[in-house]
C-alpha cells in the first residue's frame, strides 16, 4: 500500500491517502485508530491538522452556594471544531512562522473560538476558553500537543489519528501540508466520514426524526427500570 510513490509524485509534490476513509460507529464502538500514510517530493516538513464537524458548545461556570454545586455564569462558543488534532515530524514552532500558525489555525493554541455574545468580557471569554479547551482535551477530543509524525525514509511518512468512543459523527477534514524553509510548498485535503451503522445508526436516526416518541420512549423506560430496581431492592 505504501508504494504510492512513482507516478503520482511525479505530477505531485505531496500524496496521502488513509487506511479507511469511513470510522464505523456501531454499538460496540469503543474508539478507534486510523493510519494516514503519504509520499513527499523533496526535502521538506509535513504537518497534518484534522478538523471535525463544527459546532456550538455552552460552558457554564459552577460555584458553590450553601453547600451545592450550581451554574451561574455560562458563556456560548460558536463554530469550534468538535475534534481537532495534530501530528508534525517537528515542533510546530520550528516547522512554520507563528503568524502562519495563527492564520491557518494550526496548532490547539491557535483555534479561533469567538463567543456568540460580542459584548462578552475579554477577561471572561479567555477563561471560559480555556476551560472549553481542557475539557475537550480531557475528553481527548482535541490534542494538547502534535502527535508524532514518522518518516520512513527521505520520501514516505506515516502517522496514526486516534478517534474516542465520544467522537462526533459527520465529515472531517484532514489537511496536510508540506513546508520547506519555514514556506507551505503544497497542501492536501482529504474528506473522512464518521457514520453510525447497525442498532446505533437507527437509534440515532429515530431520535433526530421523532424526538417526541424518542422522549416519550426514553421517560417510560427510565420508569420501568426504576420500578424493577426498586422492587428487587424490596424483595432483597
Given amino acids: 500500500v505504501l508504494l504510492l510513490g512513482g507516478a ?12 479507511a476513509p469511513i470510522v464505523q460507529i ?3 464502538f469503543s474508539g478507534t485508530e486510523l493510519l494516514l500514510f503519504g509520499a513527499k517530493r523533496g526535502a521538506g516538513d509535513v504537518i497534518v491538522v484534522v478538523r471535525g464537524p ?11 452556594k450553601l453547600g451545592i454545586w450550581v451554574n451561574t455564569e455560562h458563556l456560548t ?5 468538535s475534534y481537532y488534532w495534530v501530528s508534525s515530524n517537528r515542533p ?31 477577561a471572561a471569554t479567555i477563561a ?7 475539557d475537550k482535551i480531557r475528553k481527548k477530543l482535541y490534542s494538547e500537543d502534535a502527535s508524532p509524525l514518522l518518516f520512513l525514509n527521505d520520501m514516505l511518512f506515516r502517522t496514526r489519528i486516534n478517534f474516542p468512543a465520544n467522537v462526533s459523527v459527520g465529515e472531517f477534514a484532514i489537511e496536510t501540508f508540506l513546508v520547506r524553509d519555514q514556506e507551505i510548498i503544497t497542501s492536501e485535503t482529504t474528506l473522512l466520514n464518521v457514520r453510525k451503522f ?5 437509534i440515532y436516526d ?6 417526541l416518541l424518542y422522549g416519550i420512549f426514553a421517560v417510560i423506560i427510565a420508569c420501568v427500570a426504576g420500578w424493577l430496581a426498586n422492587a428487587a431492592f424490596r424483595r432483597s
Fill in 206 to 211: 429515530f431520535a433526530h426524526k421523532q424526538s
Fill in 77 to 81: 462558543f460558536d463554530g469550534l471544531p
Fill in 8 to 19: 503520482s509524485l511525479q505530477a505531485k509534490d505531496l500524496v496521502i491517502d488513509l487506511s
Fill in 198 to 202: 447497525g442498532l446505533e445508526a437507527e
Fill in 92 to 122: 510546530l514552532y520550528d516547522i512554520l512562522p507563528a503568524d502562519t500558525l495563527a492564520r491557518l489555525q494550526i496548532g490547539v493554541d491557535e483555534v479561533q473560538i469567538q463567543p456568540t455574545d460580542t459584548n462578552a468580557n475579554s
Fill in 128 to 134: 471560559f476558553r480555556a476551560a472549553l479547551i481542557r
Fill in 54 to 64: 463544527l459546532e456550538n458548545q455552552t460552558v457554564h461556570l459552577k460555584e458553590r
Fill in 26 to 28: 456501531t454499538t460496540a
